[in-house]
Structure formats: C-alpha cells, structure tokens
C-alpha cells in the first residue's frame, strides 16, 4: 500500500531555541534515552526508505513570539525549504504566527510562491487562538493561495499553553472561511471528540493520526476505538490522514511499526459487538495515502 507520512519534523541543534534543546534533554532523561538534538531530512529520508513511505509533508514551528530563535523567520523558511528542495518526495510547509501582522502576511506568500511550501503550519500553543478575528487575512490568503493549513491540536510540551488547542478554537475559521482546507493535527488528543465533532460539522476540516503510536505500542484499543468512532462519524475514511510526528515517537514505535500499524488496522471484536462497523482495506488506502494526495498535494488519487 502507497503510504504518505503527513505530518514529520526536521530540525538541527543550530535551528531550535536553546529552550528547546534544554527540554529535548530534559524529556529524553526522562524516558531513559539519547535525546534527538539533529534529525535532519537525510534521517527522515532513510526512515521513509526502510518504512516504504512514499512521501513526507515536513512542518516548520514558528516560536520567535514565546522563546528566543537563532534564525531570523526567513531563515527558517529558507533552511527547511532549501533541505528538501532537491526531493521531489519531500515538501515543507512553512511556520508562522499569525501575530505577525502584515510582515508575516509577506513571508507566507513569499514562502508558497518562491520557497515552494506546499501550506501552512499553524502552533497555537505559542500563545493565541486561531479563531481570532485579526487573522482572518491570513485565512483568506490561505484560499487565494489554494494551500491547507495544519493546526496543532491537543497535548502539548510543558513550556507551551495547551489551552490554545482546543479543537472548537478552530470551528469558527473552519464555518466563515468553507474553501479553506484544515488539518487538526493528532486527531487533537485527548479531545479527540471534540475534533471530530468539528470535522464532523465542517467538511473541509480533517484529523491526521501523527502521535497515536504511543497508545499503539502500549494500549491499542485506544486507537481502534477513535478510528471507530471516526467513523462513525464520517470523518473516516475521507478526512483522515495518516502521519508520524517523526522523528519525536520513534522511541515507542518506529515509522515501519507505526505504518505496519495502520495498514494492517482491524476494529476488535469488542468494538464490533457494540455496534461500530468494521474498517475496510480501501477505506484505510484513504488515510495512508489518498486523502493526503487531494489535500496536500492538490493532486487526484
Ligand atoms: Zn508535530
């Protein structure tokens, strides 16, 4: 099965905040293992190698309002653009608070039309709510621009504010702006229900999957029970994408395990006896890789 990873990381000790490195350190002793100060493309590249995925969709984090930054933003977006311009399997969204103001409506054109970003990658958590009305040029550059944007939702690192993640935040960018495409990253845990009510209610909102290979490798049933309740709700299989958050979960399941995972995904029978219908091979084709082609690419499966 063709499999699209859309929701991955690169980074190097050289580009992160010095913030973030001590929290890398911090949260790897935690766990008892080496802590990823530099993953770049080449090691996602070899990831995908060994998993059989396809392509990768990487999203740069726009912090500069909530910590101090080595690169300027146009750096940013220049050394991520730059890192998989040679790859034609490989693109990058660019990162960006919205708080930005005019100058970050600049950067975002500039980044699609001349860095070749393929969207927008929207982190919350640093301290606003998307459904801030002083955003909606941003929201309407979005749809001139034809490019999605994928929002963090959901559990977040210690330093940043969580309450920024709440799903419902997103419904009412999602309602007022219908032809532009959105992405709740990890299916917003733990308010998964609240993300599928709002993808539920919006047709243009979908959920990717990147994170939930911690309750794979641990409790599964965690997993089967959203994916059935996704569907149940009609969000899966149209608007669900599958993604890794890689290289950050590659400690409790690797992408190969974390693809095998999905591919290979059966509701229980547990889930069956309570009514929930059962999950077919090309309704998961749709996650793995087909809705990715239509909402990030643009392109028809
Ligand atoms: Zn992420």
Same mark, same amino acid.
């Given at each position: 099965?063709?499999?699209?990873?859309?929701?991955?990381?690169?980074?190097?000790?050289?580009?992160?905040?010095?913030?973030?490195?001590?929290?890398?350190? +911090?949260?790897?002793?935690?766990? $008892?293992?080496?802590?990823?100060?530099? /993953?770049?493309?080449?090691?996602?590249?070899?990831?995908?190698?060994?998993?059989?995925?396809?392509? *990768?969709?990487?999203?740069?984090?726009?912090?500069?309002?909530?910590?101090?930054?080595?690169?300027?933003?146009?750096?940013?977006?220049?050394?991520?653009?730059?890192?998989?311009?040679?790859?034609?399997?490989?693109? /990058?969204?660019?990162?960006?608070?919205?708080?930005? !103001?005019?100058? $970050?409506?600049?950067?975002?054109?500039? *980044?699609?039309?001349?860095? !070749?970003?393929?969207?927008?990658?929207?982190?919350?958590?640093?301290?606003?709510?998307?459904?801030?009305?002083?955003?909606?040029?941003?929201?309407?550059?979005?749809?001139?621009?034809?490019?999605?944007?994928?929002?963090?939702?959901?559990?977040?690192?210690?330093?940043?504010?969580?309450?920024?993640?709440?799903?419902?935040?997103?419904?009412?960018?999602?309602?007022?702006? &219908?032809?532009?495409?959105?992405?709740?990253?990890?299916? !917003?845990?733990?308010?998964?229900?609240?993300?599928?009510?709002?993808?539920?209610?919006?047709?243009?909102?979908?959920?990717?999957?990147? $994170?939930?290979?911690?309750?794979?490798?641990?409790? &599964?049933?965690?997993?089967?029970?959203?994916?059935?309740?996704?569907?149940?709700?009609?969000?899966?299989?149209?608007?669900?994408?599958?993604?890794?958050?890689?290289?950050?979960?590659?400690?409790?399941?690797?992408?190969?395990?974390?693809?095998?995972?999905?591919? $290979?995904?059966?509701?229980?029978?547990?889930?069956?006896?309570? !009514?929930?219908?059962?999950?077919?091979?090309?309704?998961?084709?749709?996650?793995?890789?087909?809705?990715?082609?239509? +909402? +990030?690419?643009?392109?028809?499966?």
């Amino acid at each position: 099965m063709r499999v699209i990873d859309a929701h991955t990381h690169t980074w190097s000790r050289e580009i992160i905040s010095k913030r973030d490195l001590d929290s890398r350190r +911090i949260a790897a002793k935690k766990l $008892g293992v080496e802590p990823v100060l530099d /993953s770049t493309v080449d090691s996602l590249r070899d990831a995908m190698n060994v998993s059989g995925v396809e392509r *990768a969709v990487v999203l740069p984090i726009d912090s500069a309002f909530h910590q101090e930054m080595p690169l300027s933003l146009t750096e940013k977006t220049d050394w991520h653009s730059n890192e998989v311009a040679e790859d034609p399997n490989i693109v /990058s969204f660019v990162g960006l608070d919205p708080r930005r !103001g005019k100058a $970050g409506l600049k950067e975002l054109e500039r *980044a699609v039309k001349e860095k !070749g970003c393929r969207g927008w990658k929207m982190y919350p958590p640093n301290g606003f709510y998307p459904d801030d009305k002083e955003f909606d040029p941003y929201y309407d550059l979005c749809v001139d621009l034809n490019i999605p944007i994928i929002i963090h939702q959901g559990f977040t690192p210690r330093h940043k504010h969580v309450k920024y993640a709440r799903p419902a935040y997103v419904d009412r960018v999602a309602a007022d702006f &219908p032809e532009l495409n959105i992405v709740l990253a990890h299916v !917003g845990y733990p308010w998964q229900d609240e993300s599928l009510m709002i993808a539920s209610k919006n047709p243009n909102v979908s959920v990717d999957v990147s $994170g939930w290979q911690v309750f794979a490798s641990s409790v &599964p049933l965690k997993v089967h029970q959203m994916v059935a309740d996704a569907k149940l709700m009609r969000v899966f299989p149209n608007r669900m994408l599958f993604g890794s958050d890689f290289p950050l979960f590659e400690y409790t399941m690797s992408l190969k395990k974390w693809r095998d995972f999905f591919t $290979g995904l059966q509701l229980p029978a547990e889930l069956i006896d309570q !009514g929930y219908k059962q999950v077919r091979e090309d309704e998961i084709e749709k996650v793995m890789w087909k809705n990715a082609t239509r +909402i +990030i690419f643009g392109e028809t499966p």
